[in-house]
């Protein structure tokens, strides 16, 4: 069945791999001969216990997750994660700030304790991000947050941080999974599915297993990670379906040549759309610095802005759809994930480039 | 396409209409002509904002919630709120235990402050509910707390809460939508959709609207119902397939003739099975008195201990699935939610009569 695919650059949620879908698609009313779907599964039966293992052990393959850590499945976004991680590890932790969702995070760590915040990039309107060796750090912190990429700006750190000793705890929301990182640099990763793993609902948390002995007594169970991770992320009914799919998308890419296939697509097609920006005589303007250019996410203006609305128009009757800045800045945003096909991003920048000439 | 579907008994996630099963099967790939499957849509967007105002239109419909009360679409499941509900509308609450989950409710509750069992089963092992009208109340308690229906225990008060002042807040997740309730009687009405309405991974809370005025600061933000209830559910990215699932089921008995033809159908299936039991001379004993018989729930133990592994190995043979009773309370088990086709149901009781005929 031959079905039309949208040219989506949706933040989040975003494209998911076709052929994901259709395996979805293809399972939906039984999964592997069980006469049931995913989402009729009791989250205890030999069924499910298999999805999930599969799907914890794909993600450990994919994203170079070692054995020093736990993964659970959680709910509740990255922004559940702003409150569980300070009930867990404690207050009195350094925030780095590089745009809109290190700025939510640091605010909701606050309802929890101190929080200092010990770099921001405000000043600048968020366009870069610091060298993580340099900070001016806190005696005695819990840990320093940072935010690998800021879905909003578009800026990305490119780099793990330091193996210094700090306990780096990081969103890693919609950079996890486009590039091959160094999880044993970190204490703590955290990512909302819905950019580059699966359906929103559900949260990946990767935890260094000592941290798990930190957490105080007095916590929601639902926001112990001791108590997800004793329980397998099963103290309560998981969210299997985005599970499920998270599993499909995992092995979807380890069978297309892993973290260095995608890494190396990724690069490709952000050179494409950044080549579009920086060959228009700015026409076209990106946000970030280049050194911390995302290339997940690629926020850009018009440098008349009375043509922003036109472009926007145009682009949509053109098919490029969820094109808009975020609400909280404006101008345009291309969100350009694992699974943006790169003839969507070729499209767009010769769209791109076509609209510069006629208009500029 | 024809597949083979399992008979299952599963007491959550539990068994979907097939129906809608196919419907999503239908737009997995793209939903309503948008490209797009609803796993890929910004959770901002023109298609999707139609989906979750249709998903609590019917929800609206279907179970009668009025317009005092608003309509949240959460995560977390029902162990969530056991904090969330305490955080927001304070502590000093009533608690009424009719089983398990009721247990957990009032552990989760007195982390957060104080909590009065007011009356529990535990003495009985959970057999009745008490008669709401006559409780010996806590002058001032912020709420009184009831499970409509304990999913392990299958003890269903069959009736909702008198409209004698009191802020009842409830638990319905595994009895939400299988008969016709007055939600008007309840403050706050909070149910996991993985039982009667869809995936795992959706809360839906249905709270008196005042009472988010009860709200106070200083609540982490996504466990504060004010700020979920004035982001229209959108404070982060919600359970956007859960939600557009659970609208395909509203609507699918919507046009089905809505709460009364479910209520009518659940009525004769739990007759079927209770039949089974009752007409097995005691091989067969059912756990609850019969004036709070689950009709979604029906645990039961054989009057032979010895055989319950053979009748369950047995069971699964003839292809009913999940039958286990649940691990805290052993014995058998059927889950017979909305969804459950009465042909399964029929099917299962005669097959328990049969191996009552061959082994009692």
Redesign the interface.
């Known amino acids: 069945m031959s079905?039309?695919?949208?040219a989506?650059f949706?933040?989040?949620?975003?494209?998911?791999p076709?052929e994901v879908?259709?395996k979805?698609?293809e399972e939906?009313?039984?999964q592997a001969g069980?006469?049931?779907?995913v989402?009729?599964?009791?989250?205890?039966?030999k069924p499910y216990d298999a999805i999930q293992a599969a799907a914890e052990a794909d993600a450990r393959a994919f994203l170079g997750i070692p054995d020093s850590h736990a993964v659970l499945f959680l709910?509740?976004?990255?922004?559940?994660q702003?409150?569980m991680i300070p009930k867990n590890l404690g207050g009195g932790a350094d925030f780095v700030t590089t745009g809109s969702w290190g700025q939510k995070a640091i605010e909701?760590a606050r309802?929890?304790g101190a929080a200092q915040e010990i770099w921001t990039g405000k000043a600048d309107k968020f366009r870069s991000a610091p060298d993580l060796t340099a900070l001016d750090r806190t005696e005695g912190a819990a840990y320093t947050h940072i935010t690998l990429n800021e879905t909003i700006q578009g800026v990305d750190y490119m780099t793990d941080p330091p193996a210094d000793g700090t306990d780096w705890v990081c969103d890693m929301s919609s950079t996890i999974g486009s590039r091959k990182m160094d999880f044993s640099r970190y204490a703590l990763v955290y990512a909302?599915a819905?950019k580059n793993i699966?359906?929103?609902?559900?949260t990946l948390v990767v935890i260094r297993k000592d941290l798990l002995e930190r957490v105080p007594e007095?916590v929601?169970?639902?926001?112990d990670f001791r108590i997800q991770a004793e329980n397998d992320s099963r103290?309560?009914?998981?969210?299997?379906?985005?599970i499920y799919?998270a599993g499909l998308v995992f092995r979807h890419w380890l069978d297309r040549g892993g973290i260095e296939a995608v890494e190396a697509a990724n690069e490709a097609k952000a050179a494409v759309l950044y080549g579009a920006i920086d060959g228009s005589a700015r026409f076209y303007r990106g946000h970030a610095v280049e050194a911390n250019r995302s290339r997940m996410n690629v926020p850009f203006v018009l440098g008349d802005d009375s043509l922003t609305d036109p472009f926007l128009k145009e682009a949509k009757e053109h098919g490029f759809?969820?094109l808009k800045g975020h609400?909280s800045v404006g101008g345009c945003r291309a969100s350009i994930y694992n699974a943006q096909p790169a003839e969507n991003v070729k499209a767009l920048a010769d769209f791109m480039a076509d609209f510069a000439q006629r208009k500029g």
Chains 1, 2 share one sequence.
């Open positions: 079905v039309k695919r949208a989506n949706s933040a989040g949620p975003g494209v998911l076709v879908l259709e979805a698609r939906m009313l039984s069980s006469g049931m779907s989402m009729e599964m009791s989250h205890r039966s709910q509740g976004g990255a922004s559940l702003f409150t909701a309802l929890e909302g819905q699966g359906p929103a609902g559900l007095g929601p169970p639902m926001l103290y309560n009914t998981p969210p299997c379906w985005s799919m759809l969820e609400r």
